[in-house]
């Protein structure tokens, strides 16, 4: 599989499971996305640090729209980058936060919770 169809593949898997195996339906709430807004914008940030310093390199051939080998340096914008980053880590990011979001809601759901209990003892 490519990179971009592993990313989207993610982003299948992780709605689905919000969706309609654990059905936190966190997708469709506002306050879901507000708070992805602000995620991304710091993933961005990083992914854009990392890959124009090069210190993450990616092969034109492996990611959507690309044709910059990895030894030279990526375009801030275009050719399928976002931020130096390829568009398909966006993807990646989403899935990866919409999981844990949704492992989270769905364990507090259930009761599990961390013992003992943060804060001081209740009486």
Do not use: C
């Not at 807004?37 to 710091?42: L, P, R």
């Not at 980053?85 to 990646?92: I, N, Q, R, S």
Request: hydrophobic letters at 50%; a positive charge.
């Amino acid at each position: 599989m490519t990179y971009t169809q592993l990313a989207l593949t993610g982003v299948t898997v992780a709605v689905v499971l919000d969706l309609f195996i654990f059905q936190t339906r966190l997708v469709t709430r506002k306050v879901f996305w507000t708070s992805y807004a602000i995620i991304i914008t710091f993933q961005l940030i990083t992914n854009g640090i990392l890959t124009g310093l090069r210190i993450v390199r990616y092969n034109g051939d492996a990611i959507l729209g690309s044709s910059t080998p990895a030894n030279h340096a990526p375009p801030f914008m275009g050719e399928g980058r976002i931020a130096f980053a390829p568009v398909e880590d966006l993807f990646f990011g989403y899935a990866l936060v919409l999981l844990t979001l949704v492992l989270w809601v769905w364990n507090g759901r259930r009761g599990i919770q961390r013992e003992p209990l943060s804060g001081p003892p209740r009486i």
